[in-house]
């Protein structure tokens, strides 16, 4: 076990966990923050998506030691008042069904609008193919970006 | 509307009971089983809730908070049920919150399953509504001395002929002590505000913004986690296990032994138990019961060539017919074992103390479940509470228990609050997997008609079609004869959404294009033709509705531009009834670099009256995406009882960039509603398939489709 500590949604945090523990598990389990979801363990889904300096990433495949004193936002983070404009969008696009893997979705979807704020639809189409939604709420994820977007 | 900040507080409510005459209501707040309530609500909590009946109660300033009886999996049932109660009390939406129920007697199939939490529950959440309506009228009438019949009800409050008003929440308490009415009338339909007006989902803002609500998300006071190691194969026990390098990971706290061949790895944070129980080193022995998807392939096609005792169905004279037919056709497709992947994984929390045990978590079953844990830890059922939290998924998975069961036991043998839980490859590799099957379907055409129809279902650990010999082609095909075959295994199977239909479909409606091509009949004038027949074929024991299934025909013909969809544009056609719904679905394929890629898929579905349309749409857009992933990619193979698939890095599931875009339309219908969270999946892949064949010329019987390998 070793400290660690890091920025989590503008709090200074510090944990004592083993150096391999990923990301993910610090947030859930140390820190309390359950809206990061654990899909796979293996950065396949997305669903754990958070974002580490600014960057969309993977917290299930992120050990605790890389992340060691850095800026990490998560869902809860996003916006003080849960009003980002994709959480808008979410909302008015009636988006999720059974709504796991939507906070990863809106994540990844935050970044790609921060580096790209008019992306095409053949853009956020390979963005997002990194996170999976086992619901195929698809069509609306994505008519929710484009609409953000505007 | 406002978003009330008030309402987002965890509510311990002074609950006021009912004077005695009112409904028995065992109102359970349940601590901590609850989602937090959030909705977009005008009122604040009140300080005094009055318990009208089972599902709801009304707070003195007029909010009413309605029960949702089901288990919510992601079909906006939690949302949809309480629309139905909400309609009929006519009170505003905005006025109502919602709230899980618990699993009490109470409540009628407290089930999240097949399709038919509206459908059922339709009759029951209406009463509920409509005989609070009347109770509350009745408390009206006698402030006012006025009967029922001289007042009406609008957006919660009971109005009499001078115009004055007196509001629902002025009247609850009173309400309480009236007299329950037997008999209630329900709004005609052409009344409905809420019904058929679309509402966002309830718990919108716990998902966008990340609040706690699903299984995996329970933190208790004292709490430990669990994940256990299993059988790396099917048929196979433990013999021995060596706990000492698991119990060096830093954070285990104990290991256990449960269930015969399991063993439990429980630390104070997932990651430990999940690096412990990595650490455990066990021996197991498999012996003769290793099975193997070979052996299986071999079974399943010597099962084809066989007849059942007694078929299924057995109209006319299959064999007469096919013997001096003009033309036949014989086509075999076969499906695989299919894991269901919720992206949630299966987890369960269990706090067993003495006689007692506390549990809950994600789960289809909540009744059935309760009683399986009982029975496994040797307590009194009574004794069992289960809670139901919103669900990551549930396709059929969360139907069984096990997962439950398993919180339990350790919880019982380690006397500490568990939380159980599964790693994906814990979830891909402990399933209840759809069975992999085979279908052979021969037909016979005679004068350009066809009249003789044979399916020959080949399964594994029972038959799907015993339990639908009476869908179509029944009725319109005048010798049928069904036969099925099946033999048992001891990988574990069980329903995946759409489960007898998930694959039929796609072999059924390949076949009946195939049928059309050698016809010579346009797919959609062949099904018209097959329907009227049924239609003017009072065939006794048909269960689906030949008018139902023009309707939507019809419908999906006219909103795909069927026959004018372009240049390059080849499209496919099926029709199917599944779950009490009928579908039309066709599918818009162009070929891209020489292979065929989904652009569009077009939809017309007749569930009856459309309870909350912008969600019934999501549910069938997210079943034909679904459906068109397992058809495409989705595959599971054993060797030597071992899966041979266990993440995502090597199972595919479908992703955006290959998702098509989804046209869905209603038939317009002031009917009883049914279900939507299956019936839009079983007729995708056939749509796709037959779409393909007409852009590539090839013929898809397998899946997944495979189709580099396929065109070569």
Request: hydrophobic share 40%.
């Amino acid at each position: 076990m070793a400290n660690f500590s890091l920025k989590v949604n503008g709090e200074q945090r510090t944990v004592d966990v083993d150096p391999d523990t990923p990301l993910l598990w610090v947030l859930r389990d140390s820190i309390g923050l359950v809206g990061t979801k654990y899909g796979c363990g293996i950065g396949q889904c997305g669903a754990c998506t958070v974002h580490v300096n600014g960057t969309a990433l993977k917290s299930c495949s992120m050990t605790i030691d890389a992340a060691d004193g850095k800026d990490i936002t998560t869902i809860e983070g996003l916006d003080p008042n849960g009003q980002h404009p994709l959480q808008k969008s979410w909302r008015e696009n009636d988006v999720p069904q059974c709504g796991y893997c939507q906070a990863g979705q809106i994540m990844k979807a935050a970044a790609l609008l921060k580096e790209n704020p008019s992306p095409s639809e053949a853009e956020v189409e390979a963005s997002m193919s990194s996170n999976i939604c086992r619901c195929g709420t698809y069509v609306r994820i994505k008519k929710a970006i484009l609409d953000a977007a505007k | 509307m406002t978003h009330n900040n008030d309402i987002k507080r965890r509510s311990f409510l002074k609950l006021t009971a009912a004077a005695s005459g009112g409904l028995v209501l065992g109102f359970n707040l349940m601590a901590g089983c609850n989602a937090p309530v959030e909705k977009i609500v005008q009122k604040a909590l009140p300080e005094n809730w009055f318990n009208i009946n089972t599902f709801l109660k009304i707070g003195e300033n007029g909010l009413v908070s309605i029960f949702s009886p089901n288990p919510e999996i992601g079909q906006n049932i939690k949302t949809s049920m309480p629309m139905i109660v909400a309609e009929e009390l006519d009170t505003a939406w905005e006025d109502v919150i919602v709230e899980q129920a618990p699993l009490t007697a109470d409540f009628d199939r407290q089930v999240a399953g097949g399709s038919q939490s509206i459908r059922h529950g339709w009759d029951s959440l209406r009463q509920a509504g409509a005989s609070a309506r009347n109770m509350l009228m009745k408390a009206a009438g006698k402030q006012w001395n006025l009967p029922i019949e001289k007042l009406k009800t609008e957006a919660g409050f009971v109005i009499n002929e001078k115009g004055e008003k007196l509001s629902y929440g002025e009247l609850a308490e009173a309400a309480g002590g009236v007299s329950v009415p037997e008999k209630v009338e329900f709004k005609d339909p052409e009344n409905y505000k809420i019904i058929g007006h679309s509402k966002p989902n309830v718990d919108m803002n716990v998902i966008v913004e990340g609040k706690s609500s699903y299984g995996l998300d329970t933190k208790r006071e004292g709490m430990v986690y669990a994940v256990a190691v299993r059988a790396p194969a099917f048929g196979m026990t433990l013999t021995s296990y060596d706990d000492s390098k698991a119990k060096t990971v830093a954070g285990v706290i104990d290991v256990v032994k449960f269930d015969e061949h399991k063993v439990a790895v429980v630390a104070n944070s997932t990651w430990a138990a999940m690096k412990g129980a990595k650490a455990i080193n066990a021996e197991w022995k498999g012996g003769s019961g290793l099975e193997d998807s070979k052996d299986h392939e071999r079974k399943l096609l010597d099962l084809l060539n066989k007849r059942s005792k007694e078929p299924a169905r057995n109209d006319g004279n299959f064999d007469k017919a096919f013997a001096s037919a003009d033309q036949t056709l014989e086509r075999t497709y076969s499906a695989p074992f299919l894991p269901h992947n919720c992206l949630e994984p299966m987890n369960f929390f269990a706090d067993v103390k003495g006689d007692r045990a506390e549990c809950h978590g994600p789960i289809q079953t909540p009744q059935w479940t309760q009683s399986r844990i009982a029975d496994k830890i040797g307590i009194p059922k009574e004794n069992v509470s289960i809670g139901m939290t919103r669900m990551g998924g549930g396709f059929g998975r969360r139907l069984y228990g096990d997962f439950a069961e398993e919180a339990a036991q350790i919880s019982q043998k380690v006397e500490k609050p568990v939380q159980l839980v599964f790693s994906r490859e814990d979830d891909m590799t402990a399933g209840t997997y759809r069975p992999a099957s085979k279908y052979k379907m021969k037909a016979g055409i005679k004068d350009g008609k066809i009249v003789a129809y044979h399916l020959t279902e080949a399964c594994i650990n029972g038959n799907m079609y015993g339990l639908i010999p009476n869908f179509f082609p029944a009725g319109a095909i005048p010798n049928l004869r069904i036969d099925l075959n099946n033999f048992e295994s001891n990988i574990t199977t069980g329903a995946w959404r759409a489960p007898y239909t998930n694959f039929l479909a796609f072999a059924e409606q390949s076949f009946f294009d195939e049928l059309g091509e050698m016809l010579g009949k346009d797919p959609v004038d062949l099904r018209l033709e097959l329907f009227e027949i049924a239609k003017n074929n009072p065939e006794e024991g048909r269960e689906y509705s030949p008018e139902r299934s023009i309707a939507v025909t019809k419908l999906v013909a006219e909103k795909s531009n069927w026959g004018k969809a372009g240049d390059g544009v080849y499209q496919g056609l099926s029709v199917y009834y599944s779950h009490n719904t009928h579908v039309a679905e066709v599918a818009d394929v162009v070929l891209v670099d020489g292979l065929p890629v989904v652009k569009k898929v077009t939809c017309a579905v007749h569930c009856g009256i459309v309870v909350n349309p912008l969600a019934a749409q999501n549910q069938v857009e997210g079943g034909i995406i679904d459906g068109i992933g397992h058809a495409m990619y989705g595959d599971l193979t054993f060797e030597n009882g071992v899966p041979s698939v266990k993440n995502f890095d090597n199972y595919k599931l479908i992703r955006m960039n290959q998702a098509p875009e989804v046209d869905v339309h209603f038939v317009k219908s002031a009917e009883s509603p049914t279900g939507l969270g299956e019936p839009s999946l079983p007729p995708a892949g056939g749509a796709v398939a037959n779409a393909i064949f007409k852009a590539t010329g090839v013929r898809l019987y397998k899946q997944p489709f495979r189709l580099e390998e396929e065109l070569g």
